[in-house]
Structure formats: C-alpha cells, structure tokens
C-alpha cells in the first residue's frame, strides 16, 4: 500500500505528458496522456501515485496529519515551465507606448537610447535589494498563474561584473520563491554605450572577462546572444557561442526576430538546445532546426507587444517536425507574467492546436532550459508540480483568455493565489 501526505481526487481529466519522446515534434505534440477520472497522490514532494481515482481508493492511503483535496471535475495539467524570460529588471517602458503606437520599431527606440538601453541604465542604478524584491514580485504573480519552473536571463547590466552581479540573484530568487529556475547569461544582449563603435571589443571583453568568472562560479546553465543587425552580427555571435561552449555552458540564440539575420542557421550549424523567437525564419531554417534537433522557443506575445506584422510561425515549425516550446517573453517590453494567456495567444496567433500549445508549454519547454528529467510532466517519481483549473478539459485552458488557475502546487506545496496576498 502507497503512503501519501496529499492526494488530490475528483479530477475530471488529468494531462500528465508523461508518455512519448522529448521533447516531441510533430504530431506527438497532441499526445499529451489524457487520465479521466484520475486523481494522484504525493509524498515528499513527488508523485507516487498518478492514475485513475478508482485505483488509488484501492492502492494509496493517505498518512497521518496528511491533506486531501477535491478538483471538483476540473482539469489538472503539469505545471507551466516558461523557457524564456528577461526577468532581472528595474524600471519600466510605458512612456514607450505612444512611440509604437506612432509606428517606431524596437530598432529604432533603441538607437534613440530606449528600449534596452533605459533599462540598462535603470537596472544599472538599481540597488540589490530592489532588483531582488522586484523580481520576486513578478515570480510570485508568474507562479500564482501557474509556472512552476523558468528560465532566467541576465542583460540589462551590460558589463562583466553587471552582468554576474544579475546572474547572483537568481539562486537567492530560487530559494526566496521555491521555484526552479534557470539562469541564462545574455550580456551579448545589446552592445552598451561604452562600446558603440566597438562590438568585437565589447564579444571579446565578454569572452575574456565575463564567460571564465560565470563558468567557474557556476552561476549560469546557458549562454545566450541577440543575433540581429544593429546588436550582434552572426560572427560576433558565434564567436561568443564557441567560448561559451568552451567554458561549458549550453548554448541559445535570440534569432531572426526582426529580418532574416542568419541567427537560426548559426543555432542549427552550432547545435544550439534552443533558438528563440524567429518570426523571420524560413521554410529552410525551419529544416535545418528541424535536423539539427533545435528547440524553437516561441514567444506568441512579443510580436503582439511590438505591433509586429508577423505572428509567431507556430504551426510552420509543428509541421517542420521542429521542436516547439513556447513562453512569455517577459521583460520591460513585453510584461506578461500569465502561461495560460500565452497558451491563448499559442493557439489564436501561432495556430498550434490546445494540445500541442500544451505541450509547448510543459514537456517541450522543460526540454529548451535542461530541465526535462524533472519538470514538465507529471509521472511517479518526478517533483509534484501541477496546476489545476476549473474547466472540463485542457482544451479550455487556451480557450479562455486570462484564466486563472484553481490551484498551482510545487513541489506537493501549494502555491498562493493571487488573492491570498501575492503581491
């Protein structure tokens, strides 16, 4: 007989994503191990139960001093993994609105020292300890709304000791929050002011002084560049990428968001776990991801924040037999903390299907951050992160825009809501 100190009964229909490659691709992608009438069941924070609740009345008994919760006929997903965000920022950019709104491209708010550079210079001035409490805020919100695991980049401090200054953070945020999160170094963010005319200077000052103290005080998984004309050439990027690789670090690239850079040929050439973005990719990139084994990391509501033409080319890559994960993008300019609204956008702007928006969203995006041994699905053995929502099938999580989750646990710990106190 199996011990438990939770079990969670009456779920009308249980998504584990527990059966199939990872991470999927084409039409595995809506395959994601649908349970009715299931419940499961945890121990020290893992699954040791996940099954129908006719089996666990029989085989699972709950402890002493254990919890016991109803789902009430409603859906229960594994919990949201975000694989990209820029979540280590101070200030914000809403005075830049009326600028997009006037038809000024993220390119050129940046060569008007916006965009990111105003957030560098924030960021920059930002003592620790509002960086710190900032971050927090939005972790809680994100988590509230269901993510239990992300990635965290740096980038907005553009200097060596800036940038590890950022990438400290995230263990004290992981701790702070008991989420899983991934610090990613993208100091090739942007070439700062001090460099302008100078970005060899600023790849080889980053390779010299940034990438060996980052290796050696483990304080990233990954490194990350933004290859666009008027940040990162593809030479620049694949030299920072090759050290990177070097120094040991895993590798990803911010690719063909704003023309057709190059960026997602250089992810394929170098074998990259992910490229990011990609609404200028072409039906050739979408080939060499796909047979280099490339996560393509979609971010459906960037494109929608930047009053971009282009929707994310989510059904293109599915179709590509491209790995797809999807994610929120958020950052100062595009400040969206909800999974379930990316989800939405997956489906209505990126034309994935609910299932495969779901696995983009879980199984796949673990996959695109290194964390696919331990999240993004729910199966024994594996961390008790799951989210539950008053719906009747995983198909209405993306149907309704902005849903709010029922209840999100971590770890078998449940999370607080929003209206719990999460600030």
């Not at 809680?140 to 950022?166: D, H, I, N, Q």
Request: a neutral charge; glycine letters at 10%.
């Amino acid at each position: 007989m199996t011990r438990a100190d939770l079990i969670v009964t009456d779920i009308g229909e249980l998504a584990t994503l527990a059966s199939g490659p990872v991470p999927r691709i084409g039409r595995a992608m809506r395959e994601i191990g649908r349970i009715s009438r299931a419940a499961v069941a945890v121990e020290e924070g893992r699954f040791v139960f996940v099954g129908t609740e006719a089996q666990c009345r029989r085989e699972v008994r709950l402890r002493s001093g254990g919890s016991r919760w109803s789902a009430g006929g409603g859906t229960v997903v594994p919990g949201f993994v975000d694989p990209h965000t820029h979540l280590l920022f101070a200030g914000d950019r809403a005075a830049e609105l009326d600028l997009k709104i006037s038809g000024a491209s993220y390119a050129a708010i940046a060569r008007q020292g916006g965009g990111i550079f105003q957030t560098m210079r924030q960021t920059r001035s930002a003592s620790t300890a509002e960086l710190l409490q900032s971050a927090e805020a939005r972790l809680r919100r994100m988590a509230a709304s269901g993510t239990t695991s992300c990635e965290v980049k740096s980038g907005y401090a553009l200097t060596p000791p800036g940038e590890r200054r950022l990438l400290s953070l995230v263990p004290v945020l992981a701790r702070r929050t008991g989420l899983r999160l991934v610090p990613t170094f993208l100091g090739a963010h942007a070439v700062p002011p001090e460099f302008a005319d100078r970005p060899d200077e600023y790849v080889s000052l980053l390779i010299a002084k940034a990438l060996p103290a980052i290796a050696r005080n483990q304080l990233a998984d990954f490194c990350d560049a933004f290859c666009e004309p008027g940040f990162f050439t593809v030479e620049q990027t694949e030299r920072l990428l090759r050290a990177a690789r070097d120094a040991g670090l895993g590798l990803k690239v911010h690719a063909d968001e704003f023309v057709r850079s190059g960026g997602a040929a250089l992810a394929g050439r170098l074998g990259c776990r992910s490229a990011e973005h990609l609404l200028e990719s072409s039906e050739g990139d979408r080939r060499v991801l796909a047979s280099a084994g490339v996560t393509a990391v979609l971010l459906p509501l960037s494109p929608f924040a930047s009053f971009a033409h282009r929707a994310s080319p989510g059904r293109e890559m599915v179709d590509a037999d491209v790995p797809v994960a999807v994610g929120t993008d958020l950052s100062p300019n595009c400040w969206v903390e909800s999974m379930p609204l990316v989800l939405s956008h997956s489906v209505y702007s990126a034309r994935l299907t609910p299932a495969e928006a779901l696995t983009a969203a879980t199984v796949n995006s673990a996959h695109a951050i290194g964390l696919a041994g331990e999240a993004g699905t729910i199966a024994v053995g594996r961390s008790a992160d799951f989210v539950a929502f008053n719906v009747p099938s995983a198909e209405h999580i993306p149907y309704r825009f902005g849903l709010v989750p029922e209840r999100v646990y971590r770890r078998g710990i449940r999370v607080p809501s929003a209206e719990e106190g999460v600030a």
